[in-house]
């Protein structure tokens, strides 16, 4: 899952790419800086928020998702090389690494 920084981030630079277009358009169409910006910003303002959400969202849902066989293992510390190498080993036997 992303984190909420990361689903942020890439909902704004989304955004800018669409506010960019959407005031080309809107200023093609109406010709009004004014007019432009308030139709861009009102619009973008509320998609923004939108697509955080839809993508907090879509994060929660397990369709379509492929599952690491070991996600499921509550890890309460970072793995030394050691325990890397028999988690490796183990991992080998049961035939999910060459």
Do not use: C, N
């Amino acid at each position: 899952m992303d984190t909420k920084k990361r689903s942020w981030a890439k909902s704004i630079v989304w955004r800018v790419i669409g506010i960019l277009l959407l005031g080309l358009i809107a200023y093609l169409i109406t010709g009004d800086l004014t007019e432009m910006t308030l139709i861009t910003v009102l619009f973008h303002g509320i998609r923004l928020v939108l697509y955080y959400y839809h993508e907090r969202t879509w994060e929660r849902i397990a369709w379509g998702k492929v599952k690491h066989p070991l996600a499921g293992i509550p890890v309460k510390q970072p793995l030394a090389p050691k325990d890397m190498d028999i988690v490796v080993e183990r991992l080998r036997e049961l035939g999910y690494v060459e």
